[in-house]
């Protein structure tokens, strides 16, 4: 991940941990209906944890990560639980997860590594796993105003940088606008894949 980026999060956690998410519940909840009771769920990028709280509230069973230090103390004291720092080329298991949930965090990965992490995710999931990311939309990548790297993809490329990563059964992707935490509306890519045999 950028050193710079990193650092953001790592400086601005508590800031960061602060903010309410509410439009993304449905999102949660459209992707643990894709997964059996109880399903093994890695979590990249918890932030303060709220995604793992509901993930937990419902009796799944999640391994929530952070790639800041500061953010996975602060997840850990949110949920009572610990929170791991995990980077994402650090991500190494085989077949472990029913699925995997990473809301606004791989967006920072740089290109030349996306395909890297998203192969790294897709050996992680168990056979027919689900894998769900969130993109900022764009043509190429750059920083925003608060020098935050972001790899702005388009749904082109994207397509074609999950294709080289690994074989999917199904893959979907949506658009939809968010404020971000520079308090600008951006134009998103959601996109959901399941793991092909």
Sequence with gaps: MDETTLQFYRGNAEAYAGRTFTSRQARVTAFLAQLPPGASILELGCGAGGDTAEMLARGFDVRPTDGSPEMADIASKHLGRTVETLLFHDLCEVEAYDGVWANA?????????????????????????????????????????????????????????????????????????????????????????????
């Design 105 to 197: 965090c791989l967006l920072h990965v740089p290109r030349p590594e996306l395909s890297d992490v998203l192969a790294r995710i897709w050996r992680a999931l168990k056979p027919v796993g689900y894998f769900f990311a969130s993109y900022k939309e764009g043509d190429g990548d750059g920083r925003d105003t608060l020098d935050r790297y972001y790899n702005y993809p388009s749904q082109d490329w994207l397509r074609a940088t999950y294709a080289e990563a690994g074989k999917w059964s199904s893959f979907s992707m949506e658009r939809g606008e968010v404020r971000g935490f520079d308090n600008k509306m951006a134009s998103m890519l959601f996109v959901v894949a399941q793991k092909g045999c």
